[in-house]
């Protein structure tokens, strides 16, 4: 188990640009969730997939965000036409499913995204 | 609906003291509750949960939590704090109802942990 990665760790770019995210689960987990997270916040839910199906997106992700997990397994988020409201850290998260139970979730180190 | 309130943005305590780390949630449905630490630049790392078996739960590095139903609380203790304890918490809540197990934190906690 190496846990659940992310990359890049830090981006800065202009605004205006597009940027892209990679999260890599854990390889068992079949669920994987991106939250950003903003200075002094906690994390906000943006989507969540299970398996290569993304399930549900909160009103929090524009349609400038949009996420895939194309063959269930890593997970990408793009940002297109970034501003600077969009400066946060996005984290992934990832965990198994079993019916009638929540498994804990297990969380990457982030991507810090810096909009100038 | 759910939600989740921590009290106190910023806790200071000295080297050994008592660790209460304060979480309100907010649940029309039975919750799962968690604890999450997170240190600079870093993610979040699962402290404990509880998931409606045993409502004093423990946890990694001496922290445990008490599930009170008819407080609506899941408050945080350490016995005696330590100074790799310096972090921020998040208090978070879940439900089986809630679709795909979605985390809904609090807005944190910075324990600060004097010599």
């Known amino acids: 188990d190496t846990g659940v990665s992310q990359d890049p760790r830090h981006k800065i770019t202009k605004r205006g640009q597009n940027v892209t995210f990679r999260c890599d689960p854990i390889?068992?987990?079949?669920?994987l969730y991106w939250y950003r997270q903003t200075l002094g916040q906690g994390p906000e839910f943006l989507t969540y997939?299970?398996?290569?199906?993304?399930?549900?997106k909160s009103r929090l992700l524009s349609d400038r965000f949009s996420a895939e997990r194309p063959k269930g397994s890593f997970s990408t988020l793009e940002i297109q036409r970034t501003e600077q409201g969009d400066s946060a850290m996005y984290l992934c998260a990832s965990s198994s499913r079993s019916a009638g139970v929540i498994h804990e979730q297990y969380f990457g180190p982030g991507t810090r995204l810096t909009v100038t | 609906a759910q939600s989740v309130t921590q009290l106190g943005s910023h806790v200071s305590v000295s080297e050994g003291a008592l660790v209460l780390l304060r979480c309100n949630y907010s649940?029309?449905?039975?919750?799962?509750l968690f604890w999450y630490v997170q240190y600079p630049n870093q993610g979040l790392q699962l402290l404990l949960k509880y998931t409606s078996a045993a409502t004093l739960v423990k946890g990694i590095n001496g922290f445990e939590a008490e599930f009170k139903k008819s407080e609506t609380s899941f408050h945080l203790t350490k016995p005696s704090a330590h100074m790799s304890d310096a972090a921020e918490y998040f208090c978070a809540v879940s439900s089986f109802y809630n679709q795909g197990g979605k985390l809904i934190f609090g807005q944190g906690t910075e324990l600060s942990v004097k010599p």
């Open positions: 997939f299970q398996n290569e199906a993304q399930l549900e």
């Open positions: 390889s068992e987990h079949n669920r």
């Open positions: 649940s029309s449905v039975p919750p799962y």
